[in-house]
């Protein structure tokens, strides 16, 4: 259930037992994306992602859970516990960060605040490779150098996976650049 969206601050709520999938559904009718696609997928909760710490495959571009999380409400011993928003010098205890991951041993998440981000207009991926090793590792150290942000990005001997994503025309911009990258170093696009 979504207690509500923030469409001027970019935030959810809602309670964590629901389904990502559904979560995500009902985010991208509004326009949004939580940019979470956890490493292990199948049918998980929030409350399941929130408390063992799964992995995002797009992290690159939208971070961990732990990043797209901005505070938390949690049952201890019938206790609520609401953490807070707070700037990072703030003094104590991050709670958030106790609490994500800890698999519901120190309090039982109920609701979350989320960040959320306007829906990608496109998604592309791109393969190359390079016959020689010391050009993909210079291709590795131009392409972080080039300012290009991937939702995703891996390597596998001499080849290199991208994806990308964005408003058509940031996503036809940073295609070219990479292209471009790709050709300079000696690769080749598959």
Request: glycine share 8%; charged share 30%; hydrophobic share 40%.
């Amino acid at each position: 259930m979504i207690d509500g969206i923030d469409k001027t601050s970019l935030l959810l709520t809602c309670a964590v037992d629901q389904p990502l999938a559904s979560l995500e559904k009902r985010l991208n009718r509004e326009g949004f994306t939580l940019g979470y696609r956890p490493a292990k997928g199948g049918r998980l909760t929030l409350r399941q992602a929130l408390e063992k710490r799964i992995p995002n495959r797009d992290a690159l571009l939208y971070g961990e859970i732990e990043d797209l999380c901005v505070s938390l409400k949690a049952i201890r011993k019938g206790e609520t516990l609401v953490t807070r928003n707070v700037p990072r010098a703030a003094t104590g205890p991050d709670f958030k960060k106790i609490l994500i991951g800890s698999g519901a041993r120190y309090a039982k998440i109920d609701k979350a605040v989320l960040r959320i981000h306007p829906k990608p207009e496109a998604r592309e991926k791109i393969r190359a490779s390079w016959t020689a090793k010391e050009d993909r590792d210079d291709f590795l150290k131009k392409f972080w150098g080039s300012g290009i942000r991937p939702a995703v990005f891996s390597t596998s001997g001499r080849g290199a996976s991208v994806v990308l994503e964005g408003s058509r025309e940031g996503l036809a911009a940073e295609l070219a650049c990479l292209r471009r990258l790709i050709a300079a170093t000696k690769g080749k696009v598959l």
